[in-house]
């Protein structure tokens, strides 16, 4: 009885005011799917704010006022911040805290080259991720760190080269890399790395690379509720809060290209 009529509540307060909202809405927002699109906006406001929240909330409880099916592709995609591929409490729960100012929008990440060619010496992966704050601006190491967790052959090459960023001189839980990304500015934070063998990247594997995205107040202090892995990470703090790595990206390493057979001898003269 206490969550639907709690439900119920929620419901009521919405349809109060949902048809004024809807009337500022069209006065204000052109294009909430394409042109005026706001990272965060659920609603489809062209704005990121706490009423985001509860209209996630209120999808996530299954509520009639709103039919997610019909949301446009952007505004569906916005109900799953965490990325998980699933929209759940932990979706809202990271709205709430984007919309607070203490979490960031993974707007795009990349693993290359795609594939990775083994025994080619000097080879690097490179990871690119895009990352912007709860207005939508483009993020900066201001008061936002971006780190990688790559897992290759967990262990077997401990010693790393980092051509782009900082390796953070420690293994994870797992036993893999850790990289802290350089700011490249307009929100893109990159790391470039290779293992430390002079044959290349070996063959027969996959790099997967999972992605944290952690900030900071203003006087630099951060705790569990600014930081979060992408899908999951054995570095600290996350191993100590009992997450396992769970990659957002991954890539193979193929075998090396062979040279082509040598051409045959000409035919003599008849």
């Known amino acids: 009885q206490g969550p639907r009529a709690a439900l119920a509540a929620m419901e009521e307060r919405e349809a109060h005011h949902r048809a004024e909202r809807q009337r500022r809405r069209l006065q204000s927002c052109d294009d909430p799917c394409g042109a005026d699109a706001v990272y965060g906006d659920v609603s489809g406001d062209c704005a990121f704010t706490s009423f985001d929240v509860r209209v996630a909330s209120l999808v996530i409880l299954g509520s009639s006022l709103y039919d997610s099916s019909a949301f446009c592709a952007w505004r569906q995609t916005q109900l799953d911040p965490t990325l998980d591929g699933a929209v759940s409490t932990a979706d809202a729960q990271y709205l709430l805290l984007a919309v607070a100012g203490k979490r ?3 707007a795009a990440a990349t693993l290359l080259p795609e594939p990775l060619q083994a025994g080619v010496a000097g080879t690097v992966a490179t990871v690119s991720v895009t990352v912007v704050e709860d207005d939508s601006a483009a993020a900066s190491e201001a008061q936002t760190t971006v780190r990688v967790e790559a897992a290759y052959a967990a262990g077997a090459y401990p010693d790393l080269v980092v051509t782009t960023g900082a390796d953070e001189g420690a293994l994870s839980g797992d036993g893999n890399w850790l990289v802290e990304c350089a700011d490249q500015g307009a929100g893109v934070f990159a ?30 202090g951060t705790d569990s509720d600014r930081q979060f892995a992408f899908l999951g990470s054995t570095a ?19 075998a090396p290209v062979q040279p082509p057979p040598p051409a045959p001898p000409p035919s003599p003269p008849p």
Not at 206 to 211: E, G, I, N, S
Not at 236 to 254: H, I, K, M, Q, R
């Open 191 to 220: 790391a470039a790395f290779r293992p430390d063998t002079a044959g290349g990247w070996p063959e027969g594997g996959t790099l997967q690379v999972a992605v944290m995205i952690e900030t900071t107040d203003a006087l630099g």
């Open 104 to 106: 960031r929008f993974l």
């Open 236 to 254: 600290s703090p996350y191993l100590e809060g009992g997450f396992a790595f769970d990659p957002l990206l991954s890539v193979t390493v193929n």
